[in-house]
């Protein structure tokens, strides 16, 4: 229930990817800023320690620093507003095998993410070799 109304608060402004308008702004800021022309933000995994984690899920979600965790995967802008966020997956997973089960890379993947790109005059970021 709680992730339901969590989204029903803050899908519209907060829980989608970036409009046109937004991401020009984006790759503007980063320009200015950073100096890198064409960067959308920073993408990085952070784990939560689970001091209560169910005895039988243990094995489960015990990473390498030998803690139970769950991993919160986030795309940032450099004012760390948040692009996207997943939460939940298992601490015993790597950044490489989230971003495989992550939604944004599934839009990289389907081509909606390079719809929005093209759409605000950005070079589209190739994930896969055509």
């Known amino acids: 229930?709680?992730?339901?109304?969590?989204?029903?608060l803050y899908k519209e402004e907060f829980?989608?990817?970036p409009t046109k308008q937004?991401?020009?702004?984006?790759?503007?800021?980063?320009?200015?800023?950073v100096g890198v022309d064409g960067c959308f933000g920073c993408l990085d995994?952070?784990?939560t320690y689970w001091k209560n984690c169910p005895k039988a899920w243990q094995g489960s979600y015990e990473g390498k620093e030998e803690r139970q965790?769950?991993?919160?995967?986030?795309?940032?802008?450099?004012?760390?507003?948040?692009?996207?966020a997943s939460?939940?997956?298992?601490?015993?997973?790597?950044?490489?095998?989230?971003?495989?089960?992550s939604p944004f890379h599934?839009?990289?993947?389907?081509?909606?993410?390079?719809?929005?790109?093209?759409?605000?005059?950005?070079?589209?970021?190739k994930i896969l070799d055509e």
Request: negative net charge; glycine residues 6%; hydrophobic residues 45%.
């Open 69 to 84: 965790s769950v991993i919160l995967e986030a795309i940032t802008d450099h004012h760390c507003f948040f692009w996207h």
């Open 1 to 8: 229930e709680f992730d339901k109304v969590i989204s029903l």
């Open 22 to 33: 937004d991401l020009n702004a984006i790759i503007a800021l980063h320009k200015k800023v």
């Open 45 to 47: 995994c952070t784990h």
């Open 15 to 17: 829980l989608r990817l």
């Open 87 to 101: 939460y939940g997956y298992a601490g015993t997973l790597n950044d490489i095998n989230i971003l495989n089960l």
């Open 106 to 125: 599934q839009t990289l993947v389907n081509g909606e993410f390079e719809t929005l790109e093209k759409e605000a005059g950005v070079v589209p970021y």
